[in-house]
């Protein structure tokens, strides 16, 4: 079992920023992605950015040129910067982790959620 515990959130006028952390605990000896993933109030949730193990980086189209990514593996940590806030971006954060580990038999992939950090931009 992986738990999650994201941080960060907030809420700021439109052109701030914010800073989200995502602290995994638990054990992780496989390779992985980590991601964030938003959920407005009465919308469907949707990916936002991922990180994998080598460094490699996606992002929504929506929040490319505004959003960064990184990790510190050692610790277990995810952030997302996130800058140039627009009220569009409100919404709950959630970070996931999805491992990919090697067992006899092949590959066993698992995922976690955590439980979310709410941001709110006004306008």
């Known amino acids: 079992e992986v738990y999650l515990k994201e941080s960060g959130g907030g809420s700021v006028q439109a052109g701030g920023s914010l800073r989200l952390s995502c602290e995994a605990s638990?054990?992780?000896?496989?390779?992985?992605?980590m991601s964030w993933y938003r959920q407005a109030l009465g919308k469907e949730r949707e990916f936002v950015s991922v990180i994998d193990s080598d460094g490699n980086t996606r992002y929504a189209e929506s929040v490319k040129g505004r959003f960064t990514i990184s990790q510190v593996n050692d610790k277990n940590t995810v952030y997302l910067q996130m800058n140039m806030l627009e009220p569009e971006d409100t919404a709950m954060y959630y970070c996931?982790?999805?491992?990919?580990?090697?067992?006899?038999?092949?590959?066993?992939?698992?995922?976690?959620w955590g439980q979310g950090t709410q941001v709110t931009v006004s306008s």
């Open positions: 638990g054990p992780i000896h496989c390779r992985h992605d």
């Open positions: 996931k982790i999805d491992l990919f580990c090697a067992v006899p038999s092949g590959r066993k992939d698992f995922n976690f």
